[in-house]
């Protein structure tokens, strides 16, 4: 099974290196995270292909920055992707409108939006700022009529966003290869390695150490013992063999620090 997973880590780290379309590497991520009982790592690709849900939890990567933009009418013209400064909302309402933006919708959403706006050739994505249409109303006067607000965010933050998806795509099966050793964790083991990479490179939480005892059973299957909370991610490997070698080490280096102070002597 594990020389399984291993394969299937291999390709689909390879398949995202490559610029294989992204909606089919977080497909495989899904199916993966199935095989390895992880729930995070099957939720996080869902949630990256289908989009973030109301209440859900944004990766830090998919909130970004926009320009505050309008169209208004003004006696003589129509005025469209007009900057409105902060100082120009009415008050009360400056403060509930952020500059930070949560892109919350699938990749397939986010590539689309990248396409439409390169097809009308003005480079960027425009997002409704909620209760715009209210706030623009508040915001007209007889010299200008505002029409709507929204948000103007460039086609290369949204790129950006999606390179970010791939890399933490990346970060995370690597993540798990790396603590998934060669010789057959249990599924279950190598599914809490994946839990935890998706916790701490996508949502920023705390890590955890896996120990691993490596023990010479018919099989050669490696055993996990038990895990406890640190600060960073550490697989503990021992062997009787080694075990062996570091007491010899330890006796040899005793007697060159007995020699070397001149209380012993070797005829």
């Known amino acids: 099974m594990a020389k399984s997973v291993q394969r299937r880590l291999v390709k689909i780290e390879r398949d995202l290196l490559g610029n294989k379309p992204l909606r089919d590497c977080l497909r495989q991520c899904v199916s993966l995270g199935g095989d390895l009982r992880s729930a995070r790592l099957r939720d996080w690709a869902m949630k990256e292909l289908m989009g973030y849900q109301e209440g859900d939890e944004v990766p830090p990567y998919r909130m970004v920055t926009g320009l505050l933009l309008g169209d208004a009418q003004t006696f003589h013209h129509q005025v469209s992707g007009m900057a409105i400064p902060w100082t120009a909302l009415p008050d009360g309402i400056r403060e509930h409108v952020r500059d930070t933006i949560a892109l919350p919708s699938g990749v397939a959403t986010l590539e ?6 390169e097809r009308r050739g003005d480079g960027s994505v425009k997002i409704a700022v909620p209760m715009g249409a209210d706030i623009a109303q508040m915001m007209s006067n007889d010299r200008v009529g505002f029409e709507r607000l929204y948000w103007g965010v460039t086609t290369g933050v949204f790129r950006g966003v999606l390179d970010e998806v791939r890399t933490t ?11 998934t050793p060669a010789t057959g964790v249990p599924t279950t083991s190598t599914g809490e ?50 075990s062996w070698w570091a007491w010899a080490g330890l006796g040899i280096l005793m007697v060159l620090a007995a020699v070397a102070a001149g209380g012993l002597w070797l005829w």
Request: a neutral charge; glycine letters at 8%.
């Open 169 to 179: 795509a990346v970060s995370v099966l690597a993540e798990v290869r790396s603590g």
């Open 112 to 117: 689309e939006n990248v396409r439409d706006a």
């Open 193 to 242: 390695v994946a839990d935890q990479a998706v916790n701490v490179i996508v949502y920023g939480g705390k890590r955890h150490t896996f120990n691993v005892i490596t023990s010479q059973s018919q099989g050669g299957d490696a055993q996990v013992t038990g895990m406890s909370a640190a600060s960073t991610p550490t697989v503990a490997l021992a062997t009787p063999a080694r």
